[in-house]
């Protein structure tokens, strides 16, 4: 039988319940428990798959080609786990089942209602994991108390607690403790409110998160318990931090972990956490600094990029180099000469994305960076991109273009190729997901990986074209990765450039504070020999 933990929040969005609960899995699952994740988003949208990032950030992909919330990435990174469709499940998916069941005659004639329905779908998703193994599954429920999107899924988390009991089924709730400069205080009245809210449908927390950009006094901490009705060790203060993989350390000094699993009457086993400490100690101990560009569309929104980020971070720590990220609008270098915008950046980096705004700021980055010598890392639409610039300045196939902007370039490098593996990616599919790959012996990609098959995640529509490849690599780009299939090319790169990559899929998604990806690695290697000569 598995425990249940639900994770809430209050006052307002993006107070980070994404990293808390990731936090929390992990010192549990270095207590030595089979920790599984869960996230419910409240939208009605299927999945965030088409949704645009400035709505939602970044669209992470899971093995299984599921489009999830960001906050699997975080999962993923804390945990050091893979996960599946199973692990996201949104508004838009149970209510889809509840029509389907209905249409088909599963309810027998009966009016399908919120409650029972509704709320036994979400219970059954929950339960789901539970079949699976996991000792603890950790549910996070997406949104703010009070929204009522996310009501159904509150009802269903108060019923689960009252078939399982209460030393099955634990409710942590997290909430904004704001300070006002004017006052000199922090105010306790929103984390109030909240939990009266909560309270308000049933739910009453056995642990209250606090952030903060001060600490907690001692005061503010009996004022939040009191009105919380809980007691003052039962309320965990989440002061900001400067990077994100401390949060497990700053429950773990409070003794979150051990309250949750005595609250649980589970054993509390000894816990290791001293590779996580060195990583966090490589990070701080940074001294080389190297200037990164990010020339993107999405940069509003730099949770569009949240994977990447996060990347680069573990490879600041992996070779103790402090990466400054510079986002660029790519529309700016189409207006300007990329010499002025880009003359300050060790490295470039052209991250994917959809539609053709953009598009030229992007190739007339990946030109200045080839002709340079300047370290460029091209991901998925990026590597297409510089397909396209080789095309058009090395191989003079002028106007060349991809069919996704241009459907009548006289060029098609880049196209949607026939399916012969079967994906359908057309009508709003993609190829999505882990995709074996084959690296071609002493080239780039083969020194990075030091293997020669690799599995990679994708997210895309276009192909490069293989009718180009001929003249492609006659004038000297290098396809150094082709599917196991043999059908799509995975990776490009030039041998006369210091470092020049491009990969069709999405590296980011697969790194790990504890094990970054090596093409992050060896590229911020890099950009920092690119400054320092070493």
Known sequence: MSKFIFITGGVVSALGKGVATASIGFLLKRRGYNVVPLKFDPYLNVDPGTMSPFQHGEVFVTDDGAETDLDLGHYERFLDISLSRKNNVTAGQVYYTIIENEREGKYLGKTVQVVPHLTDEIKRRVLLLEEDGADIVLVEIGGTVGDIESLPFLEAARQLRLERGPSDVLFIHLTLVPYLKSAGELKTKPTQHSVMKLREIGLQPDILIS?????????VRKKIALFSNLPEKHVIEAQDVDFIYKIPIVFYNQGLDKLILERLNLAVMPIKMDDWIDFISNYEQRKDEVNLCITGKYVGLKDSYKSIIEALSHAQSSTRTKVN???????EIEEKSPSLILSDCDGILVPGGFGKRGIEGKIKAIQYARESGLPFFGICLGMQLATLEFARNIAGLKNAHSTEFDPDTPYPVITILPDKANIKRLGGTLRKGAYIAQLKENTLAHRIYGK??????????YEFNPEFMDILEEKGLVFSGISKSGEYVEVIELNNHPFFIGVQFHPEFKSRPLSPHPIFVKFVEAMRVYRYGY
């Open 325 to 331: 990220i510079k986002f660029i609008d790519a529309e």
């Open 452 to 461: 020669i098959e690799i599995s990679e995640r994708h997210r895309h529509r």
């Open 211 to 219: 952030r903060s950009e001060k600490r907690l006094t001692d005061e």
